[in-house]
């Protein structure tokens, strides 16, 4: 009995805590300030973000996932875009502001590995750009170098469509992007029904040895 209860419980911790997927983001170089120009520096600040990486930096996903795209704001002269998942998911923005708040979102599954298919477009600035480039920024907490990695549920991407201008400040398109932040009709994600058939099995292989013991 005491070993059948050991599978059980073993089975309830499989099904209780599947593993969280997660951003990994190589931080380039250099990582900046965002500056006081930047028309959602405070609330970015209200994250927990106030710095950023562009040049050089990756973002890895550790395990398949929803991903949740969010366009939060925008601060152009130019007609700005986002693009993802293929090309499936896109957001745009006609010049001029766009206050802060969830202005339009999206989803789509992820699987795990290098992310390489975000990106920002402009009409009248640069166009394609993809992470690592100067034109994609991500937005940090303080205290990450070049090199360091920073591990979250939830990016803040910024576009800056001109970089080369004195206005260097990633405010002209943000996106946030959560993971697992979408599961329709309660859906498991594919990691989750892992465990779960996994601790299914525990609890099946628990009473077909409890009934050979009780028939012996």
């Known amino acids: 009995m005491r070993k059948i209860s050991m599978l059980l419980a073993a089975a309830g911790m499989a099904i209780a805590a599947p593993a969280l997927a997660a951003f990994s983001v190589k931080v380039g170089a250099p990582v900046l300030a965002i500056p006081g120009n930047n028309d959602f520096q405070g609330n970015l ?5 106030t710095f950023y990486t562009a040049d050089g930096a990756t973002v890895t996903l550790s395990t398949g996932s929803d991903l949740t795209f969010e366009f939060m704001g925008s601060e152009s002269g130019n007609r700005d875009s986002f693009r993802a998942a293929g090309n499936t998911i896109t957001f745009s923005e ?6 802060w708040g969830v202005n339009a979102s999206d989803t789509a599954f992820y699987s795990a590995g290098a992310i390489s298919d975000w990106f920002f477009d402009s009409v009248g600035g640069v166009s394609n750009a993809q992470i690592g480039d100067t ?4 937005f940090l907490p303080q205290g990450f170098s070049a090199g360091d990695t920073f591990r979250t549920r939830v990016l803040y991407l910024g576009f800056d469509d001109q970089p080369s201008n004195a206005d260097d400040n990633h405010d002209d398109f943000i996106v946030r992007v959560t993971v697992g932040g979408f599961n329709p009709g309660g859906v498991p994600e594919p990691g989750t029904w892992a465990m779960l058939i996994a601790g299914f099995g525990m609890v099946g292989a628990a009473r077909r040895r409890r009934r050979a013991v009780v028939a012996a």
């Open 45 to 49: 600040a209200t994250e927990g973000l």
């Open 94 to 99: 006609n010049s001029g502001f766009t206050g």
């Open 135 to 138: 034109a994609f920024g991500i």
